[in-house]
């Protein structure tokens, strides 16, 4: 089960790094994925992760305050809203925009809903 573990963080981390260049990607769901996978695998990775100047700080915020930074925030909605008008610039068929809304709609009131870390507020 281990090695399960080990396969599934190293997948969502893989998601998590693209997801830094692309905007179609989220970043922060995929590496608090990886964290949680790591933490039943492989204590190693999970510590590289946690001690990580680029990632930890986000994975610190969410276990201890299930916060989301104000950048991350406005980072996420940003990247979310630009994906949807470059599709809207693209003429996607309107099944494939409805469903780019409805999923970006939903991840961004449930990145946005979340609460500040103690730091941010």
């Known amino acids: 089960m281990r090695f ?9 981390l893989g998601l998590g790094l693209l997801g830094v260049v ?16 790591y933490a039943r695998g492989s204590e190693r990775m ?3 992760l946690i001690e990580s100047r680029m990632f930890g700080p986000i994975i610190a915020d969410w276990q201890a305050e299930g916060a989301i930074s104000r950048r991350a925030k406005i980072t996420a909605a940003s990247m ?3 994906v ?3 599709s809207l610039w693209m003429r996607l068929p309107w099944p494939a925009l409805l469903f780019q809304a409805l ?9 946005l809903t979340r609460p500040l870390p103690v730091r941010d507020r």
């Open 46 to 48: 999970h510590a590289m």
């Open 22 to 37: 692309l905007p179609v990607l989220p970043t922060t769901p995929f590496v608090l994925l990886a964290a949680f996978c």
């Open 4 to 12: 399960v573990w080990i396969t599934l963080g190293t997948l969502a």
């Open 103 to 111: 999923a970006m709609g939903g991840a961004a009131l449930y990145v």
């Open 80 to 82: 979310m809203l630009l």
């Open 84 to 86: 949807f008008v470059v």
